[in-house]
């Protein structure tokens, strides 16, 4: 049997640092809410526009084929096996992947892309850059599928309707605690189950956040919040936005800014899919945050412990966190151009865990 072999990226700590809270200059400024319900998007302008084209997609590459992912142990063939390192365990483990780029682009990755199959579904953990033609790499992630351990198919796909809502986001990123992102799902599945009779039966069933999410009871809620995401889409584009912060009952929960209006169009139906099914599972509407709060959210970006990994060449990763909140920012370090790909801010308390409110029942 030819077992996967893994390259792992050479990520070296460049830092971790004691550094005083305090504010970032005014790069990005916030704009009125786009709001639907109890969820509201502020939409974000500013910044350098970079040029993001050369990047690849975790959808477009595997539906190209251009793109595999399989549990360690598998090899397909599509994986070019590396004779440089072992495989410390061939039949799979819980919280790694096999990734390989075949295609002539760098791969963007994102925290909290969902793919399905294997032996489990997963959520990606880290924002990533994979380069082109690359060596069998080890993908951190985390289960959202707990229980199963049967292989459902030898490749992983994506969950192109959606990405991982905040909530399980949160402790993946946040956290990096499997047992957290596996309560979160189950909350959010509970919410789910409880408003909608008619899917509870199939929802109980589960223990996917793939297929919870894919339920047609639960989709219809979820594009009951996201019908107008084509116009949402078009206000943004016409602001030339790069991002949104995300309000949800009255409290900032989260920030999403890439390099360019085209990224972030790329990746919006995802996102604000995700945005919606956190405000389902979060249907008390009470509460308003203004633009003011929005531009003091985005504007604190710097905390009192800061570390950063990096791949020569390819990308730098950096957390911060402070009081309350922790960023995380991925850097192209590709060759002609230096530049910020991706920022995600989120609300954050180490020591709170997340309460998710049930949904109200749909009759």
């Not at 990520?11 to 971790?16: A, D, G, I, N, R």
């Amino acid at each position: 049997m030819n077992y996967l072999l893994l390259a792992p990226f050479a990520f070296v700590v460049l830092s971790t640092t004691i550094i005083s809270a305090g504010t970032a200059t005014h790069e990005y400024k916030v704009l009125p809410a786009i709001t639907k319900g109890n969820l509201s998007l502020f939409p974000i302008v500013g910044g350098a526009e970079a040029n993001t084209s050369v990047f690849l997609t975790l959808d477009e590459g595997l539906r190209s084929g251009q793109v595999v992912i399989t549990e360690t142990g598998f090899t397909g063939p599509l994986v070019r096996p590396s004779p440089h390192y072992p495989l410390p365990n061939p039949s799979g483990q819980v919280n790694r992947l096999a990734l390989v780029n075949n295609s002539d682009h760098p791969l963007l990755l994102l925290a909290g892309e969902v793919v399905t199959g294997g032996k489990q579904d997963r959520v990606i953990g880290v924002d990533l850059i994979v380069p082109p033609k690359s060596e069998p790499i080890d993908l951190s992630v985390f289960c959202v599928e707990h229980g199963r351990w049967v292989a459902s198919s030898q490749h992983f796909g994506s969950m192109s309707s959606a990405m991982a809502q905040p909530s399980v986001r949160r402790p993946a990123m946040g956290a990096r605690d499997q047992q957290q992102v596996w309560d979160q799902v189950a909350v959010a599945s509970s919410a789910y189950a409880a408003a909608t009779p008619r899917a509870s039966q199939a929802i109980g069933g589960t223990t996917s956040y793939a297929k919870v999410m894919e339920n047609p009871e639960v989709e219809k809620r979820i594009a009951s919040v996201a019908a107008d995401s084509d116009g949402m889409l078009r206000e943004l584009r016409k602001a030339g936005a790069k991002g949104v912060v995300v309000a949800i009952n009255g409290q900032i929960t989260w920030a999403d800014v890439f390099a360019s209006t085209s990224l972030l169009e790329k990746y919006w139906q995802k996102l604000v899919r995700s945005y919606a099914a956190e405000s389902l599972t979060n249907s008390d509407s009470s509460g308003v945050v203004d633009q003011k709060q929005a531009q003091a959210f985005l504007d604190q970006l710097q905390g009192t412990r800061e570390v950063s990994e990096t791949e020569p060449g390819v990308f730098r990763r950096t957390e911060v966190s402070g009081n309350d909140y922790k960023v995380f920012t991925l850097t192209s370090l590709l060759p002609k151009e230096e530049f910020t790909v991706h920022m995600a801010k989120m609300s954050y308390q180490q020591t709170a865990s997340l309460q998710v409110r049930p949904l109200q029942r749909v009759r």
